[in-house]
């Protein structure tokens, strides 16, 4: 009995300083220890801004289904927040696309490419909409990029 609280007390002083050198050590590393710990780990940091974000394929309709549209469009990967948005303005005036959906995206910064797929919902059936596409980063901001005025016929 006095041997296993023995053994118990042994690992116990060897396991705390260790389990408290861990800890700090995880709370106290420097941001350029952080970014090479994530580098490690396949986590690439935020890519700068593209200088220049262009569609390289699209917009197109991928489908159309009662209600719901999916807008697909490729570009450049546009870099910056990780956290994306592809944007679709659309309407039944081409000259006034009032309405907005987006769809969230996580950017992959060791593409060269991103591809953007947004639901478009609440169409009504025989119905022409036109619309164009944006993409857009976490803080809001337009990547810059704007399809022209594209349009569909909800069956």
Do not use: C
């Amino acid at each position: 009995m006095m041997d296993r609280e023995m053994m118990g007390l042994r690992i116990t002083k060897f396991l705390l300083p260790l389990a408290i050198t861990s800890v700090a050590g995880g709370v106290l590393l420097s941001p350029a220890t952080e970014v090479r710990a994530a580098a490690q780990a396949g986590i690439l940091p935020p890519a700068k801004p593209a200088l220049h974000v262009h569609i390289t394929e699209g917009p197109m309709l991928e489908s159309v289904r009662n209600n719901v549209a999916i807008i697909r469009w490729t570009s450049n990967n546009p870099g910056g927040s990780d956290e994306h948005f592809g944007v679709v303005h659309y309407g039944t005036d081409r000259e006034h696309l009032t309405q907005t959906a987006q769809s969230h995206i996580r950017l992959n910064q060791g593409h060269k490419e991103t591809v953007f797929r947004v639901r478009v919902d609440g169409l009504k059936p025989n119905t022409t909409y036109y619309y164009t596409v944006d993409s857009m980063g976490a803080n809001d901001k337009s990547d810059g990029v704007k399809s022209p005025v594209s349009h569909f016929t909800n069956p």
